[in-house]
Each structure stands twice: as C-alpha cells, then as structure tokens.
C-alpha cells in the first residue's frame, strides 16, 4: 500500500438547520441523513479515489453503523484489513449543517477511544513500512504519537493532521512531514491562543511551527487558500525569518456543505506525496479536491475521483 491512514471512523448523523440553536432551543430541522465519516476514514476514502493504493487501520463497533463504515470504505477502494470491530458503539458524530454551508459537530467518540497501543500494535503489519502514514487526533493521542514515532523509525513520511486541535509536543512535530492544520489549530499546536500576537499572522504561525521542529506544515485557510512550508534547503531550523512561506490560492467555488473538506485535502496530500509530487504540488492538487468536495453534501459522499479532479483543474486553468 502506498497510503495508510491510522485514525478514526464515524457514522455521521447529519441535520439541516435553518441555524444553529441557542441555549435552551429546541429547533426543527431537515430530514435525517446517515453519512460515512470521521477524519481518518474520510482521509483514507479521500486517498483511495485520488488513486492511490489505500488501507485504513482503526476500530468501529460490531454494529449496524461499524458495518456500513466498513461497506462504504471498501467501496471507495480501501483496504480494510486493518479496521478490527471491537465491543463498543461504533464513533458518531452529530453535525448541524447551515445554510452558509458550514457546520457544527459534537463527536462521540465510541470505539474510535478503544483503538490504543496494543491495537495499533496488533495491527502494525499494515501501517508499518507504508511509504505515507497519515495520523489525526481522534483516536487517542497517545496512539497516534506511537505509531507516529514508529512508523517514521521504520522509514515513512509521516502526515499529522492534529484535528481536533490539539497542542503538539516538540518530539512530535519532528515526525512530521508535514503538519497539516487550520488556522485555529495552528495555534493550539503551538499551545497558544487567540491571545496571542500572531493570532493573525499565518505566515508567521507556520515560520514558529517548522522553528518548533516540524520538517514541514502547511496551513489551510478555508476560502483562502493554504500556507506551506518545509525546513532544510534555504529554510534554516533556528532562523524563522529565512523560513520560506509559499501561498496555494483556493478554488473560488459555492460551498454547499464544508464537513471532510480538510479531510479531503489530507487525504488528498497524501495520495499525490506518495506519487512522488512535491509538496507545493500535492497541495495544489489537494486545494482542488476540497474545492470539488465542498460544493456536495456529506464528507466521503461528496469527495470525486481523480478523473473529475483533472476535468476540474483543466476546466479552471
Ligand atoms: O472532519 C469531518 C469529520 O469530523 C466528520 O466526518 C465527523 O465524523 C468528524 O469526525
């Protein structure tokens, strides 16, 4: 497998509402939709139609809801050999869409919280040796640090996306290759906050991150595009300054429904650094995955495959 992604899996129970409800609210919405998620699955699902030979390695429950996760990952082209079905619900996340395209969401984590050392341990022979290994932070930090360490020991780029945010200890960032983050968790990452003087300053939030240690980062910025940059070569560790910060602009497309862009973009990333694409590549092709993805509903149903991704770039070139 050229890809494998280590990470989370959950059913997403998706309303449309008018707004978001306030304290106390009660709100009537639209008609309920069961979706495929979670950001490890979405990636994996992401990678796989971008082309690129894919496993997902993570745990659901053995219900109706790990059963379909299970179904729609093979379906995307998946390898499943690492998903193991546990005794525990399978993950759920609760998603408010808005009109404006944009969402709120409260996960339950379910049995994405079963999936700790010994799991990833048991299931080592698939992520281990891969040539990209992609983690995120729904399943137990712990977890996705080890395998993080381990798999990069062993010889693999390693892609953090530290979602949901998440402060990132030195150690780790030095795995990375690269960090992928939003603006928000940019700073979480950095263990800061919005009080801080760079709150605003995204190229200076990715110039601290690669001088924390990180070998690359990139920012994504919504509508705005995504920062990149990567240590060594003209980049001196220790001189933040000399840091070059490269700017991918965005697609300008209608958002219909924003949930598993990020997730698209990750998987994405990864299925063109594993084809051997620079960085500043993969993230141009990734920008035009998520691009594609945000004007449909659901994160796996909304993602295309690489045909429509090429049709999309052309037609906009
Ligand atoms: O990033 C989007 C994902 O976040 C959703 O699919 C949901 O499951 C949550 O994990």
Same mark, same amino acid.
């Given at each position: ?35 495929p ?8 699902? /992401? #990678?796989?139609?971008?082309?690129? %030979?894919?496993?997902? =390695?993570? $745990? ?6 790990? @059963? +379909? *996760? ?22 759920t ?24 050392a010994?799991?990833?341990?048991? /299931? #080592?022979?698939?992520?281990?040796? %891969?040539?990209?290994? =992609?983690? $995120? ?6 977890? @996705? +640090? *080890?395998?993080?360490r ?21 150690e ?40 924390a ?6 920012v ?42 990020g ?27 998520s ?18 991704i090429?049709?999309f ?5």
């Open positions: 497998m050229q890809v494998v992604v280590v990470g989370s899996a959950n059913a997403d129970l998706v309303v449309e509402v008018p707004r978001r409800p306030g304290a106390g609210e009660t709100l009537l919405g639209g008609e309920l939709s069961t979706l998620g979670g950001k490890g699955a979405n990636q994996a699902a /992401a #990678a796989a139609r971008c082309g690129a %030979a894919t496993g997902f =390695v993570g $745990s659901v429950g053995d219900d109706g809801n790990g @059963a +379909f *996760l299970r179904e729609r990952l093979v379906a995307a082209g998946v390898d499943v050999s690492g998903l193991v079905s546990v005794d525990a619900a399978t993950g996340a609760i998603i408010l869409l808005t009109p404006d395209g944009e969402n709120s969401i409260v996960v339950s984590p379910g049995a994405n919280h079963a999936f700790d010994a799991a990833a341990g048991r /299931a #080592a022979d698939v992520w281990r040796g %891969a040539p990209v290994v =992609v983690l $995120s932070l729904e399943i137990p930090h712990a977890t @996705a +640090f *080890l395998v993080a381990e798999a990069r020991e062993a010889g693999s780029r390693v892609v953090l996306n530290a979602a949901p945010a998440a402060r990132i200890a030195p780790v960032l030095r795995l990375c290759d690269p960090l992928i983050v939003n603006e928000h968790e940019a700073l979480e990452a950095l263990g800061a906050d919005g009080s801080d003087p760079d709150a605003d300053d995204y190229p200076r939030l990715v110039r601290r991150l690669i001088a240690g990180a070998r690359s980062v990139v994504t910025l919504g509508a705005e595009g995504a920062l990149v940059a990567e240590s060594g070569a003209g980049n001196g560790l220790g001189d933040e300054a000399a840091v070059v910060v490269e700017a991918v602009p965005a697609y300008r497309v209608t958002a219909l429904d924003t949930t598993g862009a997730d698209a973009f990750v998987g994405a990333t990864a299925a063109e650094l594993a084809r051997g694409a620079s960085l500043g590549d993969a993230v141009r092709f990734a920008t035009a995955v691009a594609v993805a945000v004007q449909r509903v659901g994160a796996q149903a909304s993602y295309a495959d690489r045909a429509e090429d049709a770039i052309a037609e906009r070139a």
